[in-house]
T-cell receptor, first 110, second 113 residues
Framework: GQSLEQPSEVTAVEGAIVQINCTYQ??????LSWYQQHDGGAPTFLSY??LDGLEETGRFSSFLSRSDSYGYLLLQELQMKDSASYFC???????????WGAGTKLIIKP | KAGVTQTPRYLIKTRGQQVTLSCSPI?????VSWYQQTPGQGLQFLFE???????NKGNFPGRFSGRQFSNSRSEMNVSTLELGDSALYLC????????????FGPGTRLTVT
């Protein structure tokens, strides 16, 4: 079967760093994406990794290890506005859909 | 560029009725994907359309159907509504493949009573 595993909830303190992990098991792999969704809002694209390594975009970074079927999203200098759900999603090389994880709710405390 | 638009934003229907939701993708985007999202759940893939052709379909009953028009606008239809169909229905567009970076609309909140 195909599955993505990510923690259901993570709590961190404002100004700190937090890492959200995602492990996947899919038939075929093309890339790993991360999306952010605030309560009541629509998902918005954060990052995409097709190759091993770290991609940095401002305070957010995303990492991929294809050999370990593992990736993570790293959020630095946390701000209260980062409180949201974060989804990892895998694109396969055989079809035209994203396979989504169940999401990680990030709670930030002052 | 205008973003993805979905209509209506909110809808209340009675069990057994049918509903049609509409999605207008970003101009130039040819792929439209539909998702169902329920509280605490990830996005459940419904189907993806490209150039009026359904390229992929998720694991939903036949009551869920969709189509795409020549201008890339898409509709999804749910017939014989059930209470469990209450959810946020999201539409996302992308330039080519449904697996590309997706741009989401605000969603349609469907409540079935």
């Amino acid at each position: 079967g195909q599955s993505l595993e990510q923690p259901s909830e993570v709590t961190a303190v404002e100004g700190a760093i937090v890492q959200i992990n995602c492990t996947y098991q899919t038939s075929g792999f093309y890339g790993l994406s991360w999306y952010q969704q605030h309560d009541g809002g629509a998902p918005t694209f954060l990052s995409y990794n097709a190759l091993d390594g770290l991609e940095e975009t401002g305070r957010f970074s995303s990492f991929l290890s294809r050999s370990d079927s593992y990736g993570y999203l790293l959020l630095q200098e946390l701000q209260m506005k980062d409180s949201a759900s974060y989804f990892c999603a895998v694109s396969q090389d055989s079809n035209y859909q994203l396979i989504w994880g169940a999401g990680t709710k990030l709670i930030i405390k002052p | 560029k205008a973003g993805v638009t979905q209509t209506p934003r909110y809808l209340i229907k009675t069990r057994g009725q049918q509903v049609t939701l509409s999605c207008s993708p970003i101009s130039g985007h040819r792929s439209v994907s539909w998702y169902q999202q329920t509280p605490g759940q990830g996005l459940q893939f419904l189907f993806e359309y490209f150039s009026e052709t359904q390229r992929n379909k998720g694991n939903f009953p036949g009551r869920f159907s969709g189509r795409q028009f020549s201008n890339s606008r898409s509709e999804m239809n749910v017939s014989t509504l059930e209470l469990g169909d209450s959810a946020l229905y999201l539409c996302a567009s992308s330039p080519a493949s449904g697996a590309d970076e997706q741009y989401f609309g605000p969603g349609t909140r469907l409540t079935v009573t």
